[in-house]
């Protein structure tokens, strides 16, 4: 498994000229777009790392599969699935139209970014800075990093240039989705998106929805079963934003990725898998990332359907 996970991070990063890394958020302009790694995590613990998979870069949408891990166990399914739908839209991550056109004016899912801002102001917590350790300390338990921070640079620049995620927060206040204060909602969303990670651990918190919600080594369960279940299900259908249905017949597993570059994939009962490739296609994936999980999911067989 070892050479074919490194011939295909090789194979792959000859496509990595064809993407863009992400401007809007201007830190993440810095990232090197070349750059190109995978990790895959055995539900025996066994780790297999190719190319950049020890090169820091921040969760972004990867982060709400975890946001929504706490408010279910916070609240559970009955609360969250009230203030946020289970559809997929077919529309950006960072669309705004349908949220006015839908009524209830509730967004569509939590991957999107109005619903991962939804999911942001119901974690239970009496200020930011609790609600954030509240979520570094699961994330901190399931790649065995205690060191797990947000990346204050990329936090910065994402608090200081996000007004369309600031127009989404404000309607859904506006609409009585959104309870709390605004600013400290957004304060909250920006700083979980921003906690910096690597391949190699992406293919840890992987293995962890694949197996079920427990540490694939020890058996310490983290979350609920029904949680993991929830999380994987969301990965399918909305995962890779409006690609997700394109992905769910080339690659064919729950997976998310966030507009850093990264990739987080659970392949149940298997593996987890981890990818971090800066440049992306126009719909916001890793180009390259996508296209080494092809060639692996090819290769090992992995697709569920
Ligand atoms: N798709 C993403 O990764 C988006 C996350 C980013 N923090 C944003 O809100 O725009």
Known sequence: MQSQLEAAVEQAAR??????????????????????????????????????????????????????????????????????????TGDPFNSIVKLELIKPHKPLNPMINAGAIAVAGM??????????????????????????????AVYRSEQETANRNRALAYFLKDSGILEGDVEETLDFYFRHCAIETTAAELARLGAVLAADGCDPASGERFIPREVARICKTFMVTCGMYNASGAFAIDVGVPAK??????????????????????ALD????????????????????????
């Open 15 to 88: 496509f990595t000229g064809e993407g863009k890394v992400a401007a809007y958020i201007p830190e993440l302009a810095k990232q090197d777009k070349n750059r190109l790694g995978a990790s895959v995590c055995l539900l025996d613990g066994t780790l297999l790392t190719a190319g950049d998979a020890h090169v820091p870069f921040t969760l972004q949408s990867i982060s709400k599969i975890f946001s929504l891990m706490v408010a279910l166990c916070d609240h559970g399914q009955r609360y969250v699935f009230e203030r946020v739908g289970k559809e997929p």
């Open 123 to 152: 974690i239970a917590g009496a200020s930011v800075e609790e609600r954030l350790a509240r979520m570094l300390r699961l994330l901190r338990k399931m790649t065995g990093n205690p060191d797990l921070s947000v990346n204050e």
């Open 257 to 278: 990725s966030g507009v850093a570059g990264g990739i987080m994939a659970a392949v149940p009962n298997r593996m987890g898998i981890g990818v971090y490739g800066p």
């Open 282 to 305: 126009d719909k916001g994936n890793s180009l390259a990332g996508v296209k080494l999980l092809e060639t692996i999911s090819t290769e090992w067989n992995l697709s569920i359907f």
